[in-house]
C-alpha cells in the first residue's frame, strides 16, 4: 500500500544519512517502531574482538545496562533464529519467549510476550540481530510487519557496510 511504501522511503532516507554505527543503529531501532507491534527494540551486534554478540543500541531498553550481556554465537542463534519461525528469509517471530537462551540475564529488564528479528548478514556471516520486541501481545507481528522488514533488509545491510567502512577509516 501507500502508506507502507512512504514508511518504507521515509526509514531508507533515515539510515542512509547516517555515517555513525551507533547511530544508524538507534535510527532503525526508532524509525522500526511505526509498526505497530514494535514497543521496544535492539540491536545485539557481533564484536570480533570477544568473539561474543552485545546489545549496542536500543530504543525503549536501557541500553547501557543491557550492554553487559554477552551472547555467544550459539546462543544468539538459538535464542533468536532456533527458537523461533522463520517467517520470511532472514525474518523470524518467536511468541513464546520463556525458556530462550539467555533468558535469565535479560529477565531484569522486563518480560516480552513476541518478539520479530531481522537477523542481518554480510558475506555470509551474521553480523547483527534486530529484535523488536512486544511486551504483551504473543501475536503482535502481522504481514505488514514482516513485509516492512523484508524491504528495508538489503538497505539496513548495505548501511551496516557502509557505516562500519567509514568508522574504520
Known amino acids: 500500500s501507500n502508506e507502507q511504501l512512504e514508511q518504507s522511503a521515509t526509514i531508507v532516507e533515515a539510515i542512509n544519512q547516517e ?20 514497543e521496544k527494540a535492539t540491536a545485539i551486534v557481533y564484536v570480533p574482538e570477544d568473539d561474543r554478540f552485545h ?66 548478514m554480510v558475506e555470509e556471516e551474521v553480523v547483527s540481530y534486530l529484535v523488536f520486541d512486544n511486551l504483551s501481545d504473543e501475536n503482535a507481528f502481522a504481514q505488514r510487519d514482516v513485509d516492512l522488514l523484508q524491504r528495508l533488509k538489503l538497505h539496513i545491510t548495505s548501511a551496516f557496510i557502509k557505516t562500519q567502512i567509514l568508522e574504520d577509516l
Not at 23 to 29: A, E, M, N, P, V
Not at 91 to 114: C, H, L, P
Request: charged share 25%; net charge negative.
Open 19 to 38: 555515517t555513525s554505527f551507533t547511530r544508524l543503529l538507534t535510527k532503525i531501532l526508532e524509525e522500526a517502531r511505526v509498526m505497530p507491534g514494535v
Open 55 to 120: 546489545v549496542r543500541a536500543s530504543s525503549g531498553w536501557d541500553v547501557e545496562a543491557m550492554s553487559h550481556i554477552p551472547l555467544t554465537k550459539e546462543e544468539a542463534n538459538t535464542r533468536y533464529v532456533d527458537q523461533a519461525t522463520e517467517v520470511a528469509d532472514g525474518i523470524f517471530i518467536a511468541k513464546d519467549v520463556k525458556n530462550r537462551a539467555a533468558t535469565d540475564q535479560m529477565a531484569e529488564y522486563g518480560d516480552v510476550a513476541s518478539f520479530m528479528v531481522l537477523r542481518v
